[in-house]
């Protein structure tokens, strides 16, 4: 019932920049935190940025300082500013969002958006 659509991923040359951008869409009620994770061929999904409803950012240090983070809530949509990018940031990234239920969000998951950057 709850979709996600993302899009920015593409091609980029190291110190280059990419935006990401993730929409939901659905049946969506109330959402917590949505964010973006990552992950590499052989490697394990990892937190890349995740921001609260209520506007708290987190990180992976890898990425502080060159990735920013935004929402609209009224929108429900995500998007991830990478900037100063690096061939170590190649991997899929993954669009989450959280849905607030009567115990706990539940999360759901975008298809993942290709970013591949060349040195």
């Known amino acids: 019932q709850v979709h996600l659509v993302e899009s920015g991923g593409g091609l980029v040359q190291a110190g280059g920049s990419l935006r990401l951008s993730c929409a939901a869409s659905g049946s969506i009620g109330n959402v917590d935190d949505m964010g973006w994770y990552r992950q590499a061929p052989g490697k394990q999904r990892e937190l890349a940025a995740i921001?609260?409803?209520?506007?708290?950012?987190k990180y992976t240090d890898s990425v502080k300082g060159r990735f920013t983070i935004s929402r609209d809530n009224a929108k429900n949509t995500v998007a991830l500013q990478m900037n100063s990018l690096q061939p170590a940031d190649t991997p899929d990234y993954y669009c989450k969002i959280e849905l607030r239920g009567s115990i706990w969000s539940y999360p759901y998951w975008g298809r993942g958006s290709e970013v591949t950057v060349t040195s």
């Open positions: 921001m609260s409803s209520s506007g708290n950012t």
